[in-house]
C-alpha cells in the first residue's frame, strides 16, 4: 500500500526559507515519478516541480530559481527547498507519486497518490 507522509512548511517572512520532505513507501521510489503540487484558497491546484522516472527535473515558471526539488533513494525521502519566498507563494503543499509514468512532469491527472498536504505562510 502506497504511503507519503509530508513534513515541513509553516510560517515565514517574505525571503525566507522552509524545506518540505515526503516520506515514502509501497512502491519502487528510485524509478517512479514524484511531484510537489500546491493549492491556493479559491484556486486550483497547480505544479510546483517535478522528477521524472530518468531523473530529469522541471519546474514552474513561477520558482524556477528559487525552489529546489531533490530526491534520497536510500531513504525513499523527496526533498522541496524553497528559498527566497515570497507571499504568493502561499498555498497547501502537496507531494505526489507516479509509480507507472515514465514522464508525468507538472501534469495533475498522471499522480495517482498524494501525501496529506503542509501549510506554507508567507508574510510580507
Known amino acids: 500500500q502506497v504511503h507519503l507522509v509530508q513534513s515541513g512548511g509553516g510560517s515565514v517572512q517574505s525571503g525566507g526559507s522552509l524545506r518540505l520532505s515526503c516520506a515514502a513507501s509501497?512502491?519502487?521510489?528510485?524509478?517512479?515519478?514524484m511531484g510537489w503540487f500546491r493549492q491556493a484558497p479559491g484556486k486550483e491546484r497547480e505544479g510546483v516541480a517535478a522528477i521524472d522516472s530518468d531523473g530529469s527535473i522541471i519546474y514552474a515558471d513561477s520558482v524556477k530559481g528559487r525552489f529546489a526539488i531533490s530526491k534520497d533513494n536510500n531513504k525513499n525521502i523527496m526533498y522541496l527547498q524553497m528559498n527566497s519566498l515570497k507571499p504568493e507563494d502561499t498555498a497547501m503543499y502537496y507531494c505526489a507519486a507516479s509509480p507507472w509514468t515514465v514522464s508525468a512532469g507538472l501534469t495533475l491527472h498522471w499522480y495517482n497518490y498524494w501525501g496529506q498536504g503542509t501549510q506554507v505562510t508567507v508574510s510580507s
Open positions: 509501497g512502491y519502487t521510489f528510485s524509478s517512479s515519478c
